[in-house]
């Protein structure tokens, strides 16, 4: 049975503002129902990327704002929140990355919620949930969002180096991880480095928070040390030569796979006490969790909320996918129908994650998008 996508484009109007439709999108997809579901003040959490520092392609707070209003209005007791990252960053451990977040704007004043770092002080504010699933027997989840009574997700829809795309199914299996999750998910891939085309510049080495990259005294070259690399990828952007490569193996795959049952994990608990937002504006190639974001594979294309993780991100995929690729992008093929993602990562399968999703319970790839 094909699951509801609720979806809304940005042709606002001075009669029909873009706040009014979107706050009605919310309202299709029963948001007030959902955290009256739990209990009387219920704790919900809205969990986004804050953005790493000097990225700009991060959801805007201004709809954070509309949500929390929104949750306050409910019943419901609101806190905007995201785990800290494996890598080190602007967003590394509690303290960087609330200032991070403040700085990008979103402050009390501005989404009116508090926020809160879900792993706590140095990421190892966790809580193991049992799934037995294929890769996972049990997965290491944020306290806070285990503890959560109602979940939300708000998702900035892009490419990914790693999975293709990043979306509901990214924010929520990876984003809602603990560090030590992180690791699990990301630890059988290394990169590698293409020792023909490597100048030595050193540029990696000095960004690998892992210290897994260094340079080889004979050749010259950096060379990527794979007991040490916590396959975080990173170093595949950092490159200004493109020089280093995602390894085609079965690690992908089973990253993807990771990736899902983390999902499922978060979710549980919360399957019908959950809803899911995607944002497919200002689609950058990569993930914000780098310091810069590339020009927009496409144009802005609107917003996606479903109660269901798997049919938002194909919808948001398929949208992606019809619509014709932008002047200048760093798309080969910018025709409507090509597949942008493998476009962009041609060495990467992104229906994985959703196969398996749909395979495990999740949701279902078919979906009947309704335009509000």
Not at 29 to 34: F, I, N, P, R
Not at 144 to 159: W, Y
Not at 200 to 222: F, L, M, S, Y
Request: charged content about 20%; overall charge neutral.
């Amino acid at each position: 049975m094909a699951s509801q996508v609720f979806y809304e484009d940005l042709r606002g109007t001075p009669k029909d503002p873009n706040f009014k439709r979107f706050a009605r999108l919310l309202d299709a997809v029963d948001l007030k129902s959902t955290i009256a579901r739990k209990k009387k003040r219920p704790l919900v959490a809205i969990k986004l990327h804050f953005g790493e520092r000097g990225n700009t392609a991060y959801i805007r707070p201004i709809y954070l704002r509309q949500v929390v209003d929104k949750v306050w209005d409910y019943g419901g007791r609101p806190f905007l929140t995201d785990a800290n990252t494996l890598y080190v960053g602007t967003r590394a451990e509690a303290v960087s990355h609330l200032t991070t977040a403040i700085q990008n704007g979103f402050a009390y004043a501005v989404v009116n919620a508090p926020l809160i770092i879900a792993d706590g002080l140095t990421g190892t504010a966790e809580i193991e949930v049992a799934i037995n699933q294929e890769q996972f027997i049990s997965v290491y989840l944020s306290e806070a969002i285990v503890l959560a009574d109602t979940f939300i997700s708000l998702a900035h829809f892009k490419g990914h180096e790693l999975t293709g795309f990043g979306g509901t199914i990214k924010n929520v299996g990876m984003g809602s991880a603990s560090r030590k999750g992180k690791l699990a998910q990301h630890s059988n891939i290394s990169p590698k480095v293409n020792q023909k085309k490597c100048t030595g510049c050193g540029d990696c080495v000095a960004h690998c928070a892992q210290q897994a990259i260094r340079i080889d005294p004979e050749t010259e070259k950096a060379v990527i040390d794979p007991k040490k690399c916590v396959g975080c990828a990173e170093c595949i952007l950092i490159c200004p030569y493109g020089n280093i490569e995602i390894q085609w193996n079965e690690s992908i795959p089973i990253f993807l796979k990771k990736m899902v049952e983390y999902t499922y994990g978060v979710l549980k608990n919360k399957k019908d006490r959950a809803v899911f937002v995607n944002f497919i504006t200002q689609v950058s190639p990569a993930c914000d969790c780098y310091p810069h974001n590339d020009a927009p594979i496409v144009g802005d294309l609107g917003i996606l909320a479903s109660r269901d993780p798997v049919a938002i991100d194909q919808a948001a995929a398929d949208l992606v996918n019809q619509s014709p690729g932008l002047p200048g992008c760093s798309l080969k093929d910018t025709s409507p129908g090509a597949d942008k993602f493998r476009d962009l990562y041609p060495q990467v399968d992104w229906e994985i994650q959703l196969d398996y999703a749909e395979q495990i319970g999740l949701g279902t790839r078919q979906y009947e998008l309704i335009k509000i």
